[in-house]
């Protein structure tokens, strides 16, 4: 497990960075359900205006060796939590999200925790199963990430999961 990892704040600076991940036409299929154009400025800082303004949103960047790589997130859908992370896809391999999302989970305590990834999807299902998530559902949705109606998989952070160690 990569264990530089380390998150902090969201700083204005970190943006660019993030927009920048978001350019890479893989990533933004893996990940399916991202932003309608990856390449709309206006509409990503307007997004970024809306979660950083939101206290009941909490969002880090990911550094790695004092690099941005990436951001997580917890955050509400209506009476649960869901959680959400980008990684650069130049670190994709090498432990940065499950390590982030780990430690997100540390420092969010709201139990049980949810989350969404595209059936495809294998390496973000196997990052969601070693931080202890389980799959509960199916759903599908539109996924501008891929211009179609996209399978997922539901999962949960059970309230009586295990404490979260080094994965």
Not at 28 to 42: E, H, L, S, T, V
Not at 84 to 106: C, E, V
Not at 127 to 137: A, D, H, I, M, N
Request: charged share 30%; net charge negative.
């Amino acid at each position: 497990m990569t264990s530089d990892v380390r998150l902090r704040p969201v700083r204005d600076a970190d943006l660019p960075e993030f927009f920048a991940h978001e350019q890479d036409p893989q990533a933004n299929w893996m990940a399916a359900f991202g932003p309608a154009d990856p390449a709309d400025r206006a509409a990503f800082d307007a997004h970024w205006t809306r979660i950083r303004a939101d206290p009941r949103i909490v969002t880090r960047t990911v550094v790695v060796d004092g690099e941005v790589v990436g951001h997580v997130a917890a955050f509400p859908v209506d009476e649960r939590t869901e959680v959400s992370y980008w990684i650069d896809p130049r670190r994709w391999g090498r432990g940065h999200a499950t390590a982030a999302l780990a430690a997100l989970l540390r420092e969010v305590p709201q139990r049980p925790v949810h989350a969404r990834v595209a059936k495809d999807n294998r390496a973000s299902l196997a990052v969601l199963r070693k931080c202890g998530f389980v799959v509960v559902g199916e759903d599908s949705g539109y996924a501008p990430g891929r211009g179609a109606e996209v399978e997922e998989w539901v999962l949960e952070l059970p309230a009586d999961a295990a404490e979260l160690g080094d994965h």
